[in-house]
């Protein structure tokens, strides 16, 4: 009998042993890229990179912190106690509140899903768009890319696309606590901010417009043809609609899309229909009663569709669901519907869109009207099309868009432009750098040997930070003006 025991007692240690090293070692699999057996959707916090782990990093304690911030992000088994602690506070609650991976996905009346940004956009007064200072940031920086655009091609057929927000369409459903709360004065309602300023801007800077909110919501279709329930996404339906409208406005030769038959049925029409409901991670998937969502079907396309017509869109998310509906109606080819979302496109791609697209669509959803992303969208995009001029600087005229009218020639390969002589022609100047409003300010345009060919004198009180100056030049009568660069001289 004791012999027995003893043979028993060392297997036992060691199977406590071995569960141990396990349970200890299973969370390291993470370094190998193994999160645990079951996928979760979103992430909270961004991953963090650890640094090399040199003297320096392990002296100042940034290694061991960037690596134990990492290991915290990636160890293996993370997705299954996120999906247990979902599981048990979904329990708790009965199924009635939810609050995703990040805390930004809300449950709100009747089982609808709405992400936080939105809901804030829609209630909050304090949004950065009511500021003086954003305003004249965007409007500024609007300006600049519109006369970038027409530097490159005058009249370029650009719309902008104000995507509608599921807390404003559908704001009877908001979750109750924000009604009790809510900042925004009533008279907003028809019209609210950042919507009514954004397309206030965009029309004052020569923007075409549709504003999704004002123009068709309310239009033909279900309610919940416009929004899913578990979705932040405006669906394919509505989105077709807005792109009918921009292109409508953009480039009215262009075809345009448009659904002829709805139906109501289980299971989502669009992949994104589901975003905010996979957010969850709950064990069971979050479905509310009359699991319902629209479809929707596009006629067949005409002979010879889809076409050469090229459509570039810039934006935020809200694009996927217009890309699909240009591409699912047939008439336009996936590879000629190019979408830049959540990211600026390449200088170079960008510059050829504009010279070249049938048109070019901006897409941006509550959000990001109600911030500054539209003004550091539209700063980095005139940017990369005609950097702005600083004071001090030279700035090369060959091959340059600041050369915008006139009888402008390129000369010397493209090093130079040139007037005949009694020519006129206009230089097109974004500024930025300027910190006060000068005494006095002119532009020194320089010949190709580098010497000042001509001093164009400038309005000081036009100077400003954001302005775009258009600076007329006359050839003299008995010489062509060659040039190849331009100084902003302040005083």
Not at 372 to 399: C, F, I, M, Q, V
Not at 434 to 457: H, K, Q, T, Y
Request: charge should be neutral.
């Amino acid at each position: 009998m004791v012999d027995s025991d003893r043979m028993r007692r060392p297997s036992a240690r060691t199977a406590f042993l071995a569960a141990t090293a396990l349970a200890l070692g299973l969370p390291l699999l993470g370094w190998l890229g193994l999160r645990g057996l079951v996928g979760a959707h979103g992430f909270d916090t961004p991953d963090v990179v650890p640094p090399p782990p040199t003297p320096a990093n392990l002296a100042s304690g940034r290694f061991q912190r960037d690596a134990s911030e990492h290991f915290e992000h990636v160890f293996f088994g993370r997705t299954e106690l996120l999906f247990l602690r979902n599981g048990l506070f979904d329990l708790a609650s009965a199924g009635r509140y939810h609050s995703g991976f990040g805390g930004h996905v809300v449950q709100g009346r009747d089982g609808w899903l709405f992400e936080k940004p939105y809901l804030d956009a829609a209630f909050r007064t304090n949004l950065p768009i009511r500021t003086a200072r954003v305003r004249v940031r965007t409007r500024a920086a609007l300006a600049n890319l519109r006369a970038a655009l027409d530097g490159i091609r005058p009249g370029a057929p650009v719309a902008f696309v104000l995507a509608p927000s599921k807390a404003e369409v559908l704001r009877d459903r908001a979750p109750d606590r924000y009604f009790a709360f809510s900042e925004r004065p009533e008279e907003e309602d028809a019209d609210p901010e950042p919507y009514r300023t954004v397309r206030s801007l965009l029309e004052q800077t020569g923007f075409a417009a549709v504003d999704g909110l004002v123009d068709f919501v309310g239009g033909p279709g279900l309610p919940s043809a416009f929004f899913p329930y578990g979705g932040t996404h405006w669906t394919v339906a509505l989105a077709a609609h807005a792109a009918a409208r921009a292109l409508e406005r953009a480039a009215p030769s262009l075809p345009r899309p448009a659904p002829d038959r709805f139906a109501l049925a289980p299971g989502p029409d669009d992949p994104r229909d589901r975003d905010l409901a996979h957010l969850l991670n709950v064990p069971v998937p979050y479905r509310r009663r009359g699991d319902l969502h629209v479809h929707a079907f596009f006629p067949d396309p005409p002979a010879g569709a889809p076409g050469p017509e090229r459509v570039y869109i810039v934006g935020d998310s809200f694009g996927e669901q217009l890309r699909e509906a240009l591409v699912r109606s047939g008439l336009y080819a996936a590879s000629n519907v190019v979408l830049r979302f959540n990211e600026l496109p390449p200088a170079r791609e960008f510059r050829e869109a504009a010279a070249g697209a049938d048109a070019i669509l901006f897409v941006y959803s509550a959000p990001s009207l109600a911030g500054s992303r539209l003004a550091e969208t539209a700063e980095a995009l005139a940017n990369d099309l005609r950097p702005a001029a600083k004071p001090g600087r030279p700035y090369s005229l060959g091959r340059s868009p600041y050369a915008d009218g006139g009888a402008w020639r390129e000369e010397d390969g493209g090093r130079a432009v040139a007037l005949d002589p009694g020519a006129e022609g206009t230089l097109v100047l974004p500024l930025s750098g300027i910190r006060a409003a000068p005494a006095a300010a002119s532009v020194s345009l320089l010949g190709p040997d580098g010497a000042e060919a001509l001093a164009v004198p400038l309005d000081p009180a036009a100077v400003a930070d954001g302005a775009v100056l258009r600076v007329p030049v006359r050839a003299p009568a008995d010489r062509p003006l060659r040039l190849s660069a331009f100084v902003l001289d302040l005083r």
